[in-house]
């Protein structure tokens, strides 16, 4: 006899159970068609169609290119009038298949020029009751005058015809810039530098009253080249405030005058040293490039408190030079007190710096360096080694932005010395964020006027994980002055930490794939959001292997290249054979939420006699006597715990002491052994997810046993792929299940948890607290 496996057997009895019957035509009026709504379907109709700049892969294709601008720069720095002046030489080469008609270069500083539209970007209203301080800054202070003063562009000494439209300026060439030429010009400006604690912005100076002094941290205080690429041509969007920079790769050599009592540190190796260092300062220096543990300071908070009482009549220029870089940023003041130390990074030695007035102290000298430090290595393991020679997080109030080697970051203890766990916690948190931003868009270059979230959001994920391994590799950090903590208290990255946003109110809430100007809250849209998605994406949906070696695939695919979304995504899947087009759809292009419930769950067990409850259900057949009917001869039936004959049933304790029908198939079937193999569970459970959230997830379940064991099933995200409202799972157990929880350890930002449960917990939903409380 031939015989015929099917295991485990319980498939075999719901096949039996139903195969043979079919209900009567039912005549239904006929619906309109529709669209592809599955959330599975793939994205086509929102990806580009792959080209010879950028593959399918999402690698770079074969004709890939970018335009590079290298520029050299004569700036001054005039303390007394807080004025900055510069000329530039641009020279700008065209790698494009394109003949340029004319070049656009941003004006990023005329943000804050007089009658700017910016200052009226976003709507204004009265409040009844408004603080005197308030009502000051905003209706009564005097319009700060910022922006660029632009003096001259020319070529050559012959003016070159330009037109300023707001924060961007087009400049005429004599004649079109072909493939592989390049055009040089220069241009002279100067500009009010703004404070920036006062007037805004990410950068200018913060004044110190009590000792007459300035710290500045400047930034986008040059004309800028814009990026043109195969995208969108020329990115020529104006910069509102929001939205950051798209910015072409090129080598800078800077030339920076400033007070002679000034420490100055900035984008790029510093050419002069000898010249600007004191001897004292040298020795230091050296020191600081074998100290791999700790940070050597270079000038001490004596030196730098001695060094505030000097007003410095005199200039020093300090000379810097760096290779491949998008940007450039400096800083200058004479309170700095400056630290370094060393950092192996792959088989290089970085130096990792800190600058820092006396008004950070203690905190920035505690944790500013070992943070730069740490943060480096972090990066460097999930991405790529870090390619430049140094790392430097300036303190600045009230600040936390980014430029290529150097950054500004917030935090200081307050008037009475007093460090805070929030303040020691966000400082270090910024210091990671920030020299991250190295990383990501410095040098996996994306267009952050368009995609915030392409350098923001990919960043926090890549802080939350960095802030993680700093509390391992300095855990005394954890220490705080208020309370001990267990791990990191990371401010984005866990999916709890994003449900509220995600069921807050619609009107609200932006997709992530939205440009930063239109969103109503970017922290959660461009930064949290994102973090968490990637954070799931990592622990719950492909995992640490897989994820880990697609996201660095990407990192070094688009290392110093201009990386879209559509690259992103398609190499996250390419690199690891996971689709995740249904996940980039819901979380990226959509606000949808996570919300997946416990709708029913339905006791079985297995019958050969059709009792009340089985023939009620085979008359839905058209089977009105069994006995008499072919199609019943050998079928077992699946009956609920509210049929009569349950608890008898379930005595039995065995599937086959309550089917004779199922065990004489089986006997006749399969051999003794292969039926001591099978699986007899005691425990048939029939459990209805339903998803009221628009997000389709994986399916985690924990069941508790009575027993008192429990264990945690995965059920994969396809199991939603033809219905995406409700799925049904059998569940067969050996042992008894007293309670289920979805999501138990809250890994996939789940807004309800009052529908994880089964049984059903008592516990009301917010509203009804509400209406309850309104009774």
């Known amino acids: 006899m031939n015989r015929i496996k099917y295991a485990p057997f319980f498939l075999a009895v719901l096949s039996i159970t139903f195969s043979g019957f079919s209900q009567e035509e039912k005549v239904e009026e006929k619906q309109e068609g529709h669209t592809n709504q599955n959330k599975f379907r793939q994205l086509y109709d929102e990806f580009a169609t792959p080209n010879v700049y950028r593959t399918a892969s999402g690698a770079p294709g074969h004709q890939y290119y970018q335009n590079t601008a290298d520029y050299e720069m004569d700036i001054t720095l005039d303390d007394e009038n807080t004025m900055l002046y510069g000329k530039e030489t641009i020279t700008y080469t065209n790698n494009s298949p394109d003949a340029l008609e004319y070049l656009w270069v941003m004006l990023d500083q005329n943000i804050r020029a007089k009658g700017s539209p910016a200052k009226e970007r976003n709507s204004s209203e009265f409040a009844p009751v408004t603080p005197a301080p308030s009502f000051v800054n905003s209706h009564m202070k005097a319009e700060f005058d910022g922006g660029f003063n632009i003096k001259k562009v020319h070529k050559d000494g012959q003016p070159l015809p330009h037109t300023i439209n707001y924060t961007m300026m087009r400049v005429e060439m004599p004649e079109p810039l072909l493939p592989g030429k390049s055009f040089e010009f220069s241009i002279e400006w100067d500009y009010l530098i703004n404070n920036h604690t006062i007037n805004s912005g990410r950068s200018g100076y913060e004044y110190f009253e009590e000792d007459d002094n300035r710290a500045y941290v400047i930034a986008q205080f040059f004309p800028r080249m814009a990026v043109y690429n195969d995208k969108e041509g020329w990115q020529n969007y104006q910069f509102w405030g929001s939205g950051e920079f798209a910015l072409p790769f090129g080598n800078y050599e800077v030339n920076i005058t400033v007070p002679e009592d000034h420490i100055v540190d900035g984008t790029g190796k510093l050419q002069n040293r000898k010249e600007v260092f004191s001897k004292t300062m040298l020795d230091r220096y050296e020191q600081a490039k074998t100290s791999f543990d700790k940070p050597v300071v270079i000038v001490t908070e004596e030196e730098a408190v001695a060094n505030e009482k000097v007003n410095a009549t005199e200039t020093k220029t300090w000379e810097f030079k760096a290779e491949m870089v998008r940007d450039f940023g400096f800083a200058a003041s004479r309170k700095f007190i400056w630290d370094m130390m060393a950092v192996k990074v792959g088989d290089r030695d970085v130096m990792a710096v800190s600058l820092y007035p006396k008004e950070g102290n203690p905190l920035w000298e505690d944790w500013s360096t070992l943070a730069v430090a740490s943060t480096l290595e972090t990066y460097s393991s999930y991405t790529f080694n870090y390619p430049y020679h140094k790392a430097i997080s300036v303190h600045a109030k009230s600040q936390g932005m980014e430029y290529p080697m150097i950054c500004w970051n917030y935090g200081r ?319 067969f157990s050996e042992k008894e299940i007293v309670k289920m929880i979805v999501d138990p350890k809250a890994e996939t930002a789940d807004v309800d948890t009052a529908n994880n449960v089964w049984p059903r917990e008592n516990t009301s939903s917010e509203f009804e607290s509400f209406k309850k409380g309104k009774e």
Do not use: C
């Not at 409850?613 to 009917?629: C, M, Q, V, W």
């Open 413 to 731: 203890p307050d008037e009475n010395g007093f460090i805070s766990d929030r303040t020691k916690f966000g400082m270090v948190s910024v210091i990671i964020h920030e020299i991250g931003h190295n990383f990501f868009p410095m040098i996996v270059n994306s267009d952050e006027r368009q995609w915030g979230w392409m350098d923001e959001g990919i960043n926090t994920f890549m802080q939350y994980l960095s802030e993680q391994e700093f509390a391992k590799t300095y855990p005394a950090i954890l220490s705080g002055n208020e309370e001990t903590y267990e791990k990191y208290p990371s401010r984005r990255g866990e999916p709890s930490k994003m449900v509220n946003y995600m069921k807050g109110n619609q009107e609200y809430i932006s997709p992530i794939m939205t440009n930063p100007e239109q969103v109503y809250q970017l922290g959660n849209n461009a930064y949290g959001k994102p973090a968490t998605a990637l954070n799931i994406l990592r622990e719950t949906v492909m995992g640490h292997e897989l994820f880990d070696y697609s996201f660095k695939t990407f990192a070094q695919r688009w290392m110093f290249k201009h990386p879209t979304p559509e690259d992103f995504f398609r190499t996250m899947e390419d690199a690891s054979a996971v689709d995740l087009d249904w996940y980039w759809r819901g979380w990226f292009y959509t606000t949808d939420y996570v919300d997946i419930g416990i709708k029913d769950v339905k006791n079985y067990f297995i019958s050969s006699n059709p009792t009340t409850e089985g023939k009620a259900l085979l008359s839905r057949y058209g089977i009105e006597d069994p006995a008499k009917d072919p199609r019943s001869k050998d079928a077992v039936y699946l009956l609920t715990e509210d049929s009569e004959d349950f608890e008898a049933a379930m005595k039995n304790g065995n599937p086959l002491d309550q089917a004779p029908k199922l065990r004489e198939y089986l006997m006749d079937n399969f051999t003794q052994q292969e039926i001591d193999m099978m699986k007899q569970p005691k425990h048939i459970y029939e459990v209805t997810f339903n998803k009221p959230g628009g997000l389709v997830m994986p399916i985690i379940v924990e069941f508790q046993y009575a027993d008192g064991t429990s264990e945690v099933i995965k059920y994969p995200v396809q199991v939603w792929r033809k219905n995406d409202s409700e799925v049904k799972k059998a569940i």
